[in-house]
């Protein structure tokens, strides 16, 4: 038996101006507890696929299939209230608010969430959070902040997390740790699309995994096979 897909784009054509587009195709696809990887060159698309699937990139052509329903050309409030979570690549918090006012703020519009039991098992996920939930977010670390966003993401319970380069900008160390995380709130039931520069990282903590370049599917397969493809090594593992 093979599990449900949850996401999945099917030549996805996205792009910001009439004249040119960015993605020239591009489908891949989710299955539920899955983490998959989208990697690729700067410039290749990969933070305008996300946006098109979160529907801020509004697609010319192609679908983008939630649990069965055509969501192209929803807007990101209706997307979200369908199970969608996403953090993106940059200001992704309220640096003058605390943690927990991040984190109500990811609930407001959801009314049906209860606030406070959500907030307490996001923090059993994120005890660094739970330690600093009245600390200024723009006080904090990059890691830390980079898991308020996740966590406030989380707040809704999406049944999906798209991730547009977490690991963005930080120490080493903390990538580490951001990958850990990464891997337990995928435990605790959420399928995760995620954009990643670190791709041999990314893909280790991967199930599978795809490479856009220009725009376009180059490969795809298990992260695994993929961390040992030696075209996939010369071209874009580094
Ligand atoms: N808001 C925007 N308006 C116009 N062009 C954009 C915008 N955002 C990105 N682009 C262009 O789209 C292409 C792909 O960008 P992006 O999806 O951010 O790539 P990646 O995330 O893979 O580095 C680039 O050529 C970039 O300049
Ligand atoms: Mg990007």
């Given at each position: 038996?093979?599990?449900?897909?949850?996401?999945?784009?099917?030549?996805?054509?996205?792009?910001?101006?009439a004249e040119v587009d960015i993605l020239n195709g591009v489908s891949i696809a989710l299955t539920a507890g899955e983490v998959v990887c989208v990697i690729g060159?700067?410039?290749?698309?990969?933070?305008?696929?996300?946006?098109?699937?979160?529907?801020?990139?509004?697609?010319?052509?192609?679908?983008?299939?939630?649990?069965?329903?055509?969501?192209?050309?929803?807007?990101?409030?209706?997307?979200?209230?369908?199970?969608?979570?996403?953090?993106?690549?940059?200001?992704?918090?309220?640096?003058?608010?605390?943690?927990?006012?991040?984190?109500?703020?990811?609930?407001?519009?959801?009314?049906?969430?209860?606030?406070?039991?959500?907030?307490?098992?996001?923090?059993?996920?994120?005890?660094?959070?739970?330690?600093?939930?009245?600390?200024?977010?723009?006080?904090?670390?990059?890691?830390?902040?980079?898991?308020?966003?996740?966590?406030?993401?989380?707040?809704?319970?999406?049944?999906?997390?798209?991730?547009?380069?977490?690991?963005?900008?930080?120490?080493?160390?903390?990538?580490?740790?951001?990958?850990?995380?990464?891997?337990a709130i995928n435990r605790a039931g959420v399928s995760i699309l995620m954009v990643e520069q670190n791709a041999r990282r990314a893909l280790e903590?991967?199930?599978?995994?795809?490479?856009?370049?220009?725009?376009?599917?180059?490969?795809?397969?298990?992260?695994?096979?993929?961390?040992?493809?030696?075209?996939?090594?010369?071209?874009?593992?580094?």
């Open positions: 038996m093979s599990a449900a897909v949850v996401l999945a784009t099917d030549r996805l054509v996205a792009g910001y101006s060159p700067n410039g290749a698309g990969k933070s305008t696929l996300m946006k098109a699937v979160f529907g801020l990139v509004r697609p010319k052509a192609g679908q983008i299939v939630l649990n069965g329903r055509a969501i192209s050309g929803l807007r990101p409030s209706a997307i979200a209230r369908l199970g969608m979570g996403y953090v993106p690549q940059r200001d992704n918090v309220f640096q003058s608010m605390t943690v927990t006012e991040n984190l109500e703020l990811g609930a407001l519009p959801h009314p049906g969430i209860a606030v406070r039991s959500r907030m307490g098992e996001l923090f059993d996920l994120f005890p660094r959070l739970a330690a600093r939930r009245r600390q200024v977010v723009g006080t904090m670390s990059g890691g830390e902040r980079q898991m308020v966003a996740m966590a406030r993401a989380l707040m809704p319970r999406p049944e999906v997390l798209l991730l547009d380069e977490p690991s963005a900008g930080l120490a080493p160390l903390l990538v580490e740790a951001m990958f850990d995380q990464v891997a903590i991967s199930h599978r995994g795809y490479v856009l370049d220009l725009g376009r599917n180059r490969f795809e397969g298990e992260g695994r096979a993929l961390l040992q493809d030696a075209r996939l090594a010369e071209l874009y593992l580094g």
